[in-house]
């Protein structure tokens, strides 16, 4: 059994839309104000408050007056916000995430409802609070009762919900293929079987007009409706560019993950390259480290094998042939012969070829080759 999340989109009449922007920023001060509590605390008392703490001030806040608009919606987001914030201070200390920041108005709005307080029929779904059904488009359709469901509204103004709910997720029929990825700039996936695979690039396609968008926000008045306008079109923009790069990762990797039993893939340290200004645009562009990300959940549902080369391995400057390492290869370099047995190299394709066959001895013999905890928030 594997919790899986729908996420669909809605369209809420007027009195959801008040409701939910009421919500939305109860939710936002009781983090905000959980946080602030938290660095108070341990500045002023070296006190480490936990989420226990918070939960009891939250009550202390409801009752005051300033603060008496926290109890004209549901509680159960608001504490479920004070989680969210524990959560966040366990992944900082772990060593997973940043330091939390204050959630902002212009960002992304969220609230998590548990059972408690939304009813689903089957059919219809409501919140607490809203005696009308969200006008959900169901794009697909989901098995069993949803245990939490989260209500969100991106900077472009379009709202969602993603439903969380508990399936048996069937395995694959095993296949006998095998293939090894190399990763690029150029051609974004390179598989051993010669195949290339060009990402949409979409910043670079949408750089012009989103500049243009840019300085046309700049120069707005601060505060006014122009101002709203045009930040939205800026938005709408930025959430077009994201959704062509997850459509595109989402649609490879369930592609590979169909047809091939074993995945091999080199570990990119994609944090450190980012740190190379001439690169950087170029790699956040064609967005690596999600593609991987939607690979390994992937493999993991459907009873695929991922295996994660050593980043340090030389597949671009070893032969696949004989197995000779140049001493040096250039980036401009795409195609090299191999000095010892003449044998002409696409530098991707060969690089593909030894990624698979490290990945193979890796299967069958549990050689360890290198650790694969990389550097891009997935560990493969």
């Known amino acids: 059994m594997k919790h899986r999340a729908y996420r669909y989109r809605f369209y809420p009449t007027p009195k959801q839309r008040e409701l939910l922007a009421h919500t939305f920023g109860c939710v936002r001060v009781v983090y905000n104000k959980?946080?602030?509590?938290?660095?108070?605390?341990?500045?002023?008392?070296?006190?480490?408050?936990?989420?226990?703490?918070?939960?009891?001030?939250?009550?202390?806040?409801?009752?005051?007056?300033?603060?008496?608009?926290?109890?004209?919606?549901?509680?159960?987001?608001?504490?479920?916000?004070?989680?969210?914030?524990?959560?966040?201070?366990?992944?900082?200390?772990?060593?997973?995430?940043?330091?939390?920041?204050?959630?902002?108005?212009?960002?992304?709005?969220?609230?998590?409802?548990?059972?408690?307080?939304?009813?689903?029929?089957?059919?219809?779904l409501y919140i607490a609070k809203s005696k009308e059904p969200l006008n959900v488009r169901w794009s697909r359709t989901f098995i069993g009762e949803p245990s939490t469901i989260t209500v969100s509204k991106d900077s472009a103004d379009r709202y969602f919900v993603s439903i969380l709910v508990q399936e048996l997720v069937r395995k694959l029929n095993k296949s006998k293929k095998e293939i090894g990825i190399d990763l690029g700039l150029t051609n974004f996936a390179i598989t051993s079987d010669g195949d290339k695979f060009d990402a949409p690039k979409p910043t670079k396609n949408n750089e012009k007009k989103l500049a243009k968008l840019q300085r046309r926000l700049s120069k707005k008045k601060m505060g006014s409706a122009n101002k709203a306008k045009a930040r939205l079109k800026v938005a709408k923009l930025h959430n077009k560019i994201s959704d062509t790069r997850k459509d595109f990762n989402h649609k490879l990797s369930t592609k590979l993950v169909r047809e091939n039993q074993t995945i091999c893939v080199e570990s990119l340290a994609v944090k450190n390259m980012m740190k190379n200004r001439r690169l950087s645009k170029a790699i956040s562009d064609v967005g690596w480290s999600q593609f991987l990300g939607f690979l390994e959940y992937k493999c993991d549902w459907y009873g695929r094998e991922l295996i994660g080369i050593d980043r340090w391995f030389p597949s671009s400057k070893r032969c696949s042939h004989c197995g000779h390492t140049l001493g040096e290869?250039?980036?401009?370099?795409?195609?090299?012969?191999?000095?010892?047995?003449?044998?002409?190299?696409?530098?991707?394709?060969?690089?593909?070829?030894?990624?698979?066959?490290?990945?193979?001895?890796?299967s069958a013999f549990g050689v360890n080759v290198s650790p694969v905890s990389n550097d891009m928030g997935c560990s493969l």
């Open 34 to 124: 959980g946080l602030h509590l938290r660095q108070e605390g341990y500045i002023k008392n070296k006190e480490k408050i936990g989420y226990h703490a918070t939960s009891a001030s939250l009550t202390g806040w409801k009752k005051q007056e300033e603060y008496q608009w926290l109890n004209d919606v549901s509680a159960i987001p608001l504490q479920q916000s004070l989680r969210h914030l524990q959560k966040a201070y366990t992944n900082f200390f772990a060593g997973r995430s940043k330091y939390p920041k204050y959630k902002k108005k212009s960002s992304k709005q969220s609230a998590e409802f548990t059972r408690a307080a939304f009813r689903w029929n089957g059919k219809e």
């Open 329 to 362: 290869l250039k980036l401009n370099v795409r195609r090299w012969d191999c000095p010892e047995c003449k044998t002409s190299h696409d530098r991707d394709i060969n690089a593909a070829l030894n990624i698979l066959a490290v990945g193979q001895t890796v």
